[in-house]
């Protein structure tokens, strides 16, 4: 039973269509993620939402809309998509929003390659 | 702001030795946590182990050990009697109290040969 599940694993897709990525965790935690990892497998944060609540935005361009229906769920949204979007874009759950000792629980990852 | 550096972007070490994978942070707070992450070339995220800022020991998960040296704000992964299956991406990251995200560093490559 996967505790962080995200779909499609791979998305290839033509610039200036708008795709979306679904995310989905079981382990009832109140904190879900988005990091992206470019092609030198730096991984930053995009957003993080709490309990359907946006609290992180890290200067994402607004063609990336988040949207969060329930705890459970996190979707991310791209609009227009462009070359550099390209990249594995990881979903990720936490217990809580705050506290040292909070892991990140990670999903097996969306590539995603814009052509 | 935090920032987390990993200086090695990539280690060749012989199976079954003992290897040791640097990381050194930046942070003005005093409570902080420290996570130690395994990429292999799958893709997923694993997590490793992880060190509180306020443990007066080092971390320990199996092979892996955390190496903390707090007034030097380093925090190493050792992996001991190293596996082909160790062969991967590792990450170290940290995160405080009041972030609320955690923060990776840039990643070190580690090939175990045989």
């Known amino acids: 039973d996967t505790a962080v599940s995200q779909t499609p694993k791979y998305l290839v897709t033509q610039m200036g269509n708008d795709k979306s990525i679904k995310c989905e965790q079981n382990?009832?935690?109140?904190?879900m993620y988005w990091y992206k990892q470019d092609s030198k497998k730096f991984l930053k944060i995009m957003f993080s939402?709490?309990?359907?609540?946006?609290?992180i935005n890290e200067t994402v361009p607004n063609r990336f809309s988040p949207k969060s229906p329930d705890k459970a769920h996190l979707n991310l949204h791209i609009n227009s998509l462009e070359l550099g979007d390209s990249a594995v874009y990881f979903c990720a759950s936490s217990r809580l929003r705050r506290g040292a000792n909070e892991k990140l629980f990670f999903g097996s990852g969306t590539q995603l390659s814009v052509l | 702001a935090q920032k987390i550096t990993q200086t090695q972007p990539g280690m060749f070490v012989q199976e079954k030795e003992a290897v040791t994978l640097d990381c050194t942070y930046d942070t003005s707070d005093q409570s902080y946590g420290l996570f130690w992450y395994k990429q292999p070339s799958s893709g997923e995220m694993i997590f490793l182990i992880y060190?509180?800022?306020?443990?007066?020991q080092n971390a320990t998960e199996g092979r892996y050990s955390l190496n903390f040296q707090k007034a030097r704000k380093s925090a190493n992964l050792v992996i001991s009697a190293s596996q082909l299956g160790d062969s991967a991406m590792y990450f170290c990251?940290?995160?405080?109290?009041?972030?609320?995200?955690?923060?990776f560093g840039q990643g070190t490559r580690l090939t175990i040969n045989p």
């Open positions: 060190q509180g800022s306020y443990d007066e």
């Open positions: 939402y709490n309990n359907k609540e946006l609290i």
């Open positions: 382990l009832g935690h109140d904190t």
């Open positions: 990251a940290m995160r405080d109290p009041g972030a609320q995200k955690l923060v």
